[in-house]
């Protein structure tokens, strides 16, 4: 309830600022904007409206706090070739200044994670560009992919014309803006086959898993409340007669003495009634096997091995199981969810900033540096290891081997050679004298 209190809690803060009115106003458009009801083969439920906010999920609002906590590691920097080929990156630019510092009321890493928040539930993420009197953006702003939407042309192969923002208003109204393409950074997560002007949702295909994983709490939440029971059948012996009122009486009694601090408590009645109870235990519906299952899936769409936020899941194992496990978990997690969203972020950043300086996006790009990234770093073993092996392989030098597990070079000539080298520098040293004549009596042969 925590992290779901700081989402709502930021969300209510871009209302302000940002155009976002509530979380009961996330929901699925098609292209004419209107809200569509999504149903499945076999199915006539309304699988939206049974799953309501994608942020009243406990397993997605951890998804998303992992997405809040790993987006912000990497730094997002301009970069371009040198003459030898070698990405470098350049001084700090105006596009880069604004990543970081895009407006008066929030920070870059905060825009990072609202679009990240976009990104993944809905496959789209927009920004909205502010320019001063001369053209140049001067701020940024998330913009809730529930609040805008792209206006077609008749051709629906040619770009959309604009955006139309639903800008809300302080009286609770809202106020249709139209905003220039040059004006918005859409980014989207694919193609949306029944769209292709929108991003791809994954959750399209999984509101189901939603509403299960939403049951499944809901079930043991209520089934702990009520001290593990699922239901219980008051029936009066057949001497007793009793009225309504005596019959919800006996309701509250039994409920306040097998729930909440009195649920061991010792229950006296005055009559006599037979106490039936229908399923009793998660094992009845199965709860135990069936409930990793819609938290898998969900993890799945966001690209995150469960371990990585559920260490229970890996601390199963134990000891250096546990931990190969949740590190490899970590860096798989980041590799498959982070990267691939940052990739996508730093293109929309090249052609959606750049050029509003006159940049030439051929020589100069955004990216993001990973290099200071904890789950990306090798385990120093592993790593000692590696080189270690790439030295005795005469691949790298002593020194060149040094380097890369981050220690000083050796003085002298020592540390410039090769494995080979040094060892037969060294056999060379502990040679019988007659030895080392002999042998360069043999080399003078060979040379003659």
Not at 304 to 329: H, L, V
Not at 411 to 432: H, K, N, R, Y
Request: a negative charge.
């Amino acid at each position: 309830m925590g992290i779901y209190r700081n989402i709502a809690k930021s969300l209510r803060s871009f209302n302000k600022y940002a155009g976002v009115t509530s979380l009961s106003d996330f929901g699925w458009r098609n292209f004419g904007g209107q809200l569509m009801t999504t149903k499945y083969a076999g199915s006539d439920l309304a699988w939206d409206q049974e799953a309501g906010s994608l942020f009243g999920n406990a397993v997605i609002t951890l998804c998303l706090q992992y997405c809040f906590d790993k987006v912000v590691e990497p730094i997002v920097e301009c970069v371009t070739n040198d003459s030898k080929g070698e990405i470098i990156p350049i001084p700090r630019n105006e596009a880069i200044n604004l990543l970081l510092h895009p407006n008066q009321l929030y920070s870059g890493n905060d825009l990072l994670c609202a679009l990240a928040m976009s990104y993944k539930t809905s496959g789209n993420a927009y920004i909205r560009k502010v320019r001063n009197g001369g053209g140049l953006p001067t701020e940024l702003h998330w913009v809730p992919e529930w609040q805008i939407r792209p206006v077609l042309q008749n051709d629906t192969t040619l770009p959309p014309t604009g955006y139309v923002w639903e800008k809300p208003l302080s009286n609770g109204q809202t106020e249709k803006v139209m905003l220039l393409p040059r004006d918005v950074i859409h980014i989207r997560n694919g193609v949306d086959p029944t769209n292709p002007h929108m991003g791809y949702s994954e959750f399209k295909a999984l509101l189901r898993a939603v509403v299960a994983d939403n049951e499944i709490d809901t079930c043991t939440a209520v089934m702990l409340r009520n001290k593990g029971i699922l239901g219980t059948v008051l029936t009066p012996k057949a001497e007793v007669e009793m009225t309504p009122q005596q019959a919800e009486q006996l309701k509250t009694k039994i409920r306040d003495h097998s729930t909440g601090d009195s649920r061991a408590d010792i229950i006296a009645l005055s009559f006599p009634v037979e106490i039936n109870q229908l399923n009793s235990s998660a094992q009845d519906l199965a709860l135990t096997s069936i409930g990793d299952r819609p938290m898998q899936r969900i993890c799945g769409a966001f690209g995150i091995d469960p371990t990585a936020i559920f260490q229970s899941t890996a601390a199963q194992g134990g000891g250096e199981k546990y931990g190969s496990m949740r590190k490899q978990a970590l860096e798989s997690s980041y590799r498959q969810c982070v990267i691939p969203m940052l990739a996508k972020f730093a293109e929309a950043f090249t052609y959606g900033l750049l050029p509003d300086w006159g940049v030439d996006t051929d020589k100069y790009w955004i990216e993001f540096d990973y290099t200071r990234v904890a789950d990306l770093e090798e385990d120093k073993n592993e790593q000692a290891t590696r080189v270690t092996a790439m030295w005795q392989a005469n691949l790298v030098t002593q020194n060149e081997a040094r380097a890369m597990l981050g220690l000083p070079p050796m003085e002298g000539d020592e540390g410039d050679v090769l494995f080979t080298e040094l060892s037969m520098g060294i056999a060379q040293q502990f040679m019988p004298e007659e030895g080392k004549e002999d042998d360069s009596l043999q080399n003078t042969v060979r040379n003659d």
